[in-house]
T-cell receptor
């Protein structure tokens, strides 16, 4: 039972364009969401997060949008750069419940020069 | 910055060997986690620990055990390595004080031959 789903295993965009990575969740108890970025042969690093009381959080080129009614969040990267090429993991947690993050399977983003 | 150090970046072991993967964190974090990452399967939780000498099974504990004798160290043990345990292993730690980002180590790429 996959509670956090990233339905696109891969995404390819041109440098300078927008990258949109999507994530869906099924557990309505999740109230905090995070995105991690992972380069090959390295551990994931935290990128950006959002609480369920918000619908948008922005940090430089990265913006996360949350649609609670649709149980959907997305990560926008504008403009995309070749250095953004990595695997992006969506994760969620129920702050009042389990201590564990639940991860999606990841989306591999390739930004072409 | 929190540092999570995994003792080996690459390991090659033979089938049937007992394998120890070590993880050390330097920020007095209560919670520590072991994941494995496989293509198309994302990050899967093997075991986690809330405190010294405490451990709980994650989603895929079969074939693994863990040890947490000191707060800073969390070891993953493959009792009898098998080829299907060839994977990238990632350790993470997190403060128990409701700070929801995990800090990951750089990973250990284990190959069982």
């Amino acid at each position: 039972d996959q509670q956090v789903k990233q339905n696109s295993p891969s995404l390819s965009v041109q440098e300078g364009r927008i990258s949109i990575l999507n994530c869906d969740y099924t557990n309505s108890m999740f109230d905090y969401f995070l995105w991690y970025k992972k380069y090959p042969a390295e551990g994931p690093t935290f990128l950006i997060s959002i609480s369920s009381i918000k619908d948008k959080n922005e940090d430089g080129r990265f913006t996360v949008f949350l649609n609670k009614s649709a149980k959907h969040l997305s990560l926008h990267i504008v403009p995309s750069q070749p250095g953004d090429s990595a695997v992006y993991f969506c994760a969620a947690i129920n702050q009042g419940g389990s201590e564990k993050l639940v991860f999606g399977k990841g989306t591999k983003l390739t930004v072409n020069p | 910055d929190v540092k999570v150090t995994q003792s080996s970046r690459y390991l090659v072991k033979r089938t049937g060997e007992k394998v120890f993967l070590e993880c050390v964190q330097d920020m007095d974090h209560e919670n520590m986690f072991w994941y494995r990452q496989d293509p198309g399967l994302g990050l899967r939780l093997i075991y986690f620990s809330y405190d010294v000498k405490m451990k709980e099974k994650g989603d895929i504990p079969e074939g693994y055990s863990v040890s947490r004798e000191k707060k800073e160290r969390f070891s993953l043990i493959l009792e009898s390595a098998s080829t299907n345990q060839t994977s990238m292993y990632l350790c993470a730690s997190r403060s128990g004080l409701r700070v929801y980002g995990y800090t990951f180590g750089s990973g250990t790429r284990l190959t069982v031959v």
